[in-house]
């Protein structure tokens, strides 16, 4: 596949403007066979970095997914890492916080769910809500029992960024690699999958009436999106806006993002030492007896 991971990230220090990032782009396939067999090339190379980054136990993997309703988390989720060793993987949705959640820092609850060395994290949503969500719904902020005079503080989302900064600068170096996706959907869209929702029984679950009213705010989801990726795009944890418009496009992106990730890492299954071969001759010995 001929994908360039740098035309979807973005540089650090870089001032995000989403009108100028694409929704859609020429799609990598020519037709609904090719994007599957592309898609299982891509699902098998990385069940094999997978499996190497398991045994190694060297490295964490966390891939953060955030987007608008109905931009294709789940399904990207479900069909790019259909080849990965489920011991090997661990996928968490963040809803609304419980009030044990809303009595800790903001980063609290995703803390605890970050992957083990030689594993995959799947953030479907992140500590990033609190820049996103909270920013453009202020009235959450009632329930963090955020301290006396921060809410009206002008530097209070500056200080969150660095916060966040600060916690994937401490993750990278202590080994885990982090992958943060943006899927950039365009609002006409988002309106047709929902309508889709609706015209399908099997989806009816996945609306509410919530998700159109948020519809009402999108340009300030917008703003909050292009402040959040402006400044949390780093060397070390960069953001990618993957254009949305189109699943099997995008999930072709993200998997190529992913797997040039593994294979930077330049993971081999260990080496066993001088003792550990004289120990396998000697299983070897006792089983051929």
């Avoid at 489920?86 to 609304?96: A, D, E, L, N």
Wanted: a neutral charge; proline letters at 4%.
């Amino acid at each position: 596949m001929k994908i360039d991971i740098k035309d979807y990230r973005v540089p650090s220090g870089n001032k995000v403007k989403l009108d100028k990032w694409p929704t859609l782009v020429e799609p990598i396939y020519s037709s609904k066979q090719e994007y599957k067999a592309l898609l299982d090339v891509q699902v098998a190379a990385l069940s094999e970095q997978q499996e190497i980054q398991y045994a190694s136990n060297r490295y964490a993997v966390l891939v953060i997914l955030q987007a608008m309703d109905a931009a294709g988390k789940d399904s990207a989720i479900k069909h790019v890492m259909s080849g990965v060793n489920p011991q090997g993987c661990q996928v968490y949705s963040f809803k609304h916080p419980s009030a044990s959640e809303l009595d800790h820092d903001f980063l609290w609850r995703t803390t605890r769910e970050l992957p083990e060395r030689g594993r995959i994290g799947i953030f479907n949503r992140s500590y990033y809500e609190e820049v996103l969500v909270v920013r453009v719904h202020p009235e959450i902020m009632e329930a963090e029992h955020v301290p006396d005079g921060i809410m009206t503080d002008d530097e209070f989302w500056q200080e969150r960024y660095y916060s966040i900064n600060g916690l994937e600068r401490h993750l990278h170096h202590n080994g885990t690699r982090i992958i943060k996706l943006f899927l950039h959907l365009s609002k006409e869209e988002q309106r047709k999958r929902l309508l889709a929702r609706i015209d399908k029984p099997e989806k009816n679950w996945k609306i509410q009436l919530q998700d159109v009213e948020e519809r009402k705010y999108w340009d300030d989801y917008m703003r909050a999106y292009e402040a959040c990726l402006s400044s949390t795009s780093t060397r070390y944890a960069p953001w990618y806006i993957v254009p949305a418009d189109d699943k099997a496009n995008s999930r072709l992106i993200i998997s190529q993002i992913i797997l040039e990730t593994f294979k930077s890492l330049k993971l081999t299954f260990p080496t066993p030492s001088e003792e550990h071969r004289k120990e396998l001759q000697l299983i070897r010995k006792q089983l051929l007896e």
